[in-house]
């Protein structure tokens, strides 16, 4: 049985020994870890708004078409048992395990998976698990714990708190005073929503990344007839994962050398690996498990120029999507049903039932709607949540390096207050770990951080 709304069957208390903000991917997997650590009468709290847990952004999609970017083999959500995500779907289709463990799957199964540990780890667990389907707003840390609202009013202390409010969306990049009618915009991750667009009417997707290939590939599926402008400064599109295994180098040597030799050094891996006859992708699959080493070992005015010349090129690498997603976007591309423009957004005109695109670098198009798939907001500054707006402001919270997520210490995850002194019993999971970590995003990232987090605020 799934954990999930309306399952709370414990009296609730206002006074827990770790409380969880956030119940996407991370926060699921760190209440997994504290349930199986917790001592007997330990009580863990998980506030999550929406109606669901383990849904976050990712998984929360209800279309079949909307695959998981990671080989089912390599999804487990705990480090020690890496084959646990493969051993869920097992039970459930039949297929041959190494087949299954090479495919990209639905990512609606994603989220099945980890209600489903969730409420195993709750059942055998010493301790106890309350859900709370609400927002936390605000956060005082106090002497021996720290004390939190929720939107609704309640108020909250817990000894210990693990932060894992996941990803946010970036706005539109329209100038002040832009504003569009409502029903003429919708984010990428409005699963249902971009859905309902499909039809004869031209349509823009704003942004070229995983989020773009998420509305075609839905678009399509829904039998959309009308074209499909995908607009980017630089209008690069997503590549595909490649079959043909993983180069065999040593990684470590990278790890030394400063950006602009460590490029080259790629690259020479990339031509000798394609001189035996292995895919480019085999050599970025090689230093996968490094991205945080990599990341750590560039010296600041390194870590810049990555971020001004080369991360945009590096996502197109790095976060790739299953062939047949590509082989999607290739034929829409070449049929001329998609057309990519390379452009900075201007503005958006309306115009009777229409929106008129103006971006600088190609000519104004009109569209019937907007799509905003312009991905996870990184900058500190850009973050709408609430919770974390007021963290900044009242100094319990600072961003990371170079202006990215919050700053927390890269190895424990506790969070940094505005004098960058670790927070006793504040700790941080997810992606608002990116300015000191940059790899801290995806499943293999989350369930080690998940773990240690959950450990260490459990003790
Ligand atoms: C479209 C998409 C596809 C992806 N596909 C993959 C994939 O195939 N494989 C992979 O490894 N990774 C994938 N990722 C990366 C993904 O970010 C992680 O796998 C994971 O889902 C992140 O989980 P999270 O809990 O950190 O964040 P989120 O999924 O963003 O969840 C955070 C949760 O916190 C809640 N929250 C926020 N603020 C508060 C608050 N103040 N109070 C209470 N709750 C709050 C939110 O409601 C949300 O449910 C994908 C990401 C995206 C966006």
Redesign the pocket.
């Known amino acids: 049985m799934a954990y999930n709304a309306g399952m709370t069957e414990i009296q609730p208390s206002r006074q827990v020994d770790l409380a969880i903000?956030?119940?996407?991917?991370?926060?699921?997997l760190t209440a997994i870890n504290a349930l199986r650590a917790a001592a007997p009468g330990q009580r863990i709290a998980l506030?999550?708004?929406?109606s669901a847990v383990a849904?976050?952004?990712?998984?929360a999609?209800p279309w079949p078409e909307?695959?998981?970017?990671?080989p089912a083999g390599k999804?487990s959500g705990f480090p020690e048992q890496p084959g646990d995500f493969l051993d869920h779907l097992l039970a459930r289709r039949e297929a041959p395990e190494a087949t299954l463990a090479e495919q990209y799957v639905p990512?609606l199964d994603?989220a099945d998976y980890l209600q489903q540990r969730l409420a195993e780890a709750a059942a055998a667990s010493a301790g106890t698990l309350q859900v709370v389907h609400?927002?936390?707003?605000s956060l005082q840390p106090q002497s021996g714990g720290h004390r939190f609202q929720q939107a609704e009013g309640a108020n909250w202390q817990a000894t210990q708190v693990v932060l894992?409010?996941?990803?946010?969306m970036r706005p539109l990049p329209l100038p002040a005073g832009n504003a569009l009618p409502p029903g003429k915009v919708v984010d990428a991750?409005d699963y249902d929503g971009v859905r309902m667009l499909a039809g004869d009417q031209d349509l823009a997707i704003i942004g070229t990344g995983?989020?773009m290939a998420?509305c075609v590939v839905s678009l399509l599926a829904a039998g959309h007839r009308g074209r499909i402008h995908v607009l980017s400064r630089h209008a690069l599109l997503p590549l595909p994962h490649a079959h043909g295994g993983t180069a065999d180098f040593d990684p470590q040597p990278l790890l030394q050398l400063p950006l602009r030799a460590r490029m080259r050094q790629l690259r020479e891996h990339v031509r000798i690996a394609q001189a035996q006859g292995l895919p480019w992708q085999a050599v970025m699959d090689r230093i996968r498990p490094l991205g945080q080493a990599l990341w750590r070992s560039l010296e600041e005015a390194d870590q810049r120029r990555f971020l001004r010349h080369v991360v945009r090129y590096w996502d197109v690498h790095r976060h790739r999507i299953a062939e047949s997603v590509h082989d999607q976007l290739m034929a829409v591309e070449r049929s001329g049903q998609l057309q990519r423009h390379r452009a900075r957004l201007d503005a958006v005109l309306v115009q009777d039932a229409n929106l008129q695109v103006h971006g600088r670098g190609t000519p104004p198009f009109n569209v019937g709607a907007l799509i905003n798939a312009t991905?996870?907001e990184t900058r500190a500054l850009g973050l709408r949540?609430?919770?974390?707006q007021q963290l900044l402001a009242e100094g319990h919270a600072r961003p990371g390096p170079h202006g990215l997520g919050l700053d927390a210490d890269p190895d424990s995850g506790q969070l940094h207050d505005a004098h960058g002194a670790p927070q006793p019993g504040l700790w941080l999971?997810?992606?608002l770990r990116i300015g000191t970590l940059w790899e801290s995003?995806?499943?293999?990232e989350?369930r080690v951080q998940a773990q240690q987090a959950a450990r260490a605020a459990i003790a």
């Open positions: 903000i956030g119940g996407g991917a991370a926060g699921v506030f999550e708004p929406a849904q976050g952004i990712a998984y999609t909307h695959l998981l970017n990671v999804m990512r994603y609400d927002a936390v707003v894992a409010c996941g990803n946010s991750w995983l989020s998420d991905g996870v949540n609430p919770l974390l999971v997810g992606s995003l995806a499943i293999p989350l």
